[in-house]
């Protein structure tokens, strides 16, 4: 199949999500190119959280579908989603302190092959040991793989998360707010790291930070009431007066 026939990455279609009669998500029609690199931006309360986790399947539509390389997974579990290709980032690091890098990375990669090993047999599994120390050290993070996950910095956190959502070979990968939290000197750490992800993974990001959107992204959904508002190129969007009024301020 050539590259002109091939099915959206990430589609949805006439997705609406209800919580009682508030309407958190409005017939979201969004379509991410195979390769993309798609940021969704939004204001607070827009309903990107309740997107994603729509995507993810942690929360189950009230309406319409979405598909991943074409297939429906609108009802496909959590789980099953990592399976077939799609990963995600949290707002909120969901990391485990007390491990090292390089042992959460290991048990990643170990979980991606279909095996159950506890801690105690990482020693064994030298394959897997390479594959977690190679993905840590093509995030910045191989000078630290060894250290405690409490003792790193948040920028390097963050980056973990990045990697950790990577071990499972995804072909989507969503991330929500990757800059989030970061300090100003940590923070171009992370955002280079993030330009130089695989360009064979497809990345939705939700961001804030409009310097990270606009050097990144080759395609911007804005997000408004849990509907699509504005979509197009990152030069469309920074001129659009609408989206100027609605979100971006004038200064953009």
Known sequence: MSATTR????????????????????DVNLTVAPGARHALIGPNGAGKTTLVNL????????????LLSGEDITHTAPYRRVGKGIARTFQINRLFMNFTPLEAATLAVI?????????????????????AAALLD???????????????????????????ALASRPKVLLLDEPAAGVPEEERHEVLAIVAALPA??????????????????????????????????????????KVKAVYLGEEA
Do not use: W
């Open 7 to 26: 099915p959206p990455a990430l589609e949805t279609r006439g997705l609406k999500r209800r919580f009682g009669a508030f309407l958190a998500t409005d």
């Open 55 to 66: 995507l993810t399947g942690v929360l189950s539509p009230s309406e319409g579908r979405i």
């Open 111 to 131: 979980e991606r092959s279909g095996r159950s090993h506890l801690l105690k047999s990482l020693g064994a599994e030298h394959r897997a040991i390479d594959q």
């Open 138 to 164: 093509s995030l910045g993070l191989a000078s630290v793989m060894g250290e405690r996950t409490a003792t790193l910095p948040y920028g390097k956190q963050r980056l973990l998360e990045i990697a950790l």
């Open 200 to 241: 064979d993974v497809t990345v939705l990001l939700i961001e804030h930070d409009m310097d990270l959107v606009f050097s990144f992204a080759d395609r911007i959904s804005v997000l408004v009431a849990g509907a699509i508002y504005a979509e197009g190129t990152v030069a469309e969007i920074a001129r659009d007066p």
